[in-house]
């Protein structure tokens, strides 16, 4: 099975793993330490979040400013537009901010949330069955 590991630095690893906990992910005690948490969302997608110290020791990069640029983009897809607000609710319960309003495309609903690092998050729902029938140029 292929899965997808993404690595964010963030200032408080205890605080950051609790507003991941409200977005729906659990913790992977086998993959974490004082200085790291290995977040699950499913079988495939797993979030690492590290101390600054801990991804410096093998990034080749200055530490992006996420407060104030974007490093990227990361989109979770949820199971329906009354999840993809309840998944909202919970991150700004537990001190996230939504930097936009919901955005409505007709066939899909999407929401951002951000992190106290700045990292942010697009929760969205896409119905399949509405998609229009366009072909691309």
């Not at 507003?19 to 699950?40: E, H, I, R, W």
Request: charged residues 20%; contains cysteine.
């Amino acid at each position: 099975m292929k899965q997808v590991f993404i690595n964010l630095a963030v200032k408080d690893v205890e605080r950051s793993m609790h507003f991941y906990t409200q977005l729906g992910f659990t913790v992977n005690p086998q993959f974490s330490d004082d200085q790291a948490k290995c977040m699950v969302w499913s079988e495939a997608i797993f979030l690492m979040i590290l101390s600054h110290e801990k991804l410096s020791s093998f990034a080749t990069k200055p530490i992006a400013d996420t407060k104030s640029t974007i490093a990227g983009l990361f989109a979770l897809s949820v199971e329906s537009v009354n999840q993809v607000n309840d998944t909202v609710e919970k991150g700004l319960n537990a001190g996230g901010t939504e930097p936009m309003p919901m955005m409505d495309y007709g066939f899909m609903q999407m929401r951002k949330i951000e992190d106290f690092d700045g990292h942010t998050w697009e929760i969205f729902f896409m119905d399949m069955t509405k998609i229009p029938n366009q072909e691309c140029p």
